[in-house]
């Protein structure tokens, strides 16, 4: 995922028959850009991202 300001970034993987978080983790943002691993599913995940300091300030890097 790219365009993230650098930080580190929780994030939540649902499994969206059940609506249970299925795995959560922190993974970093480098030079705007997050990489993480996605769980194993079997028909569709869904996945919540915010910073790790869950601070209300926009996660997305400004165009200035």
Same mark, same amino acid.
Not at 3 to 19: H, S
């Given at each position: ?9 929780? &994030? ?5 028959? $059940?609506?249970?978080?299925? $795995? ?5 943002? $480098? ?13 569709? &995940? ?9 601070? $209300? ?8």
């Amino acid at each position: 995922l790219s365009g993230l300001k650098d930080g580190d970034y929780r &994030i939540e993987f649902w499994d969206t028959r $059940k609506g249970e978080i299925v $795995k959560e983790l922190t993974v970093p943002s $480098k030079a705007g850009t997050l990489t993480c691993p996605v769980p194993t599913f079997k028909s569709d &995940i869904a996945g919540k991202i915010k910073p790790a300091n869950d601070s $209300k300030q926009s996660a997305v890097k400004s165009e200035q």
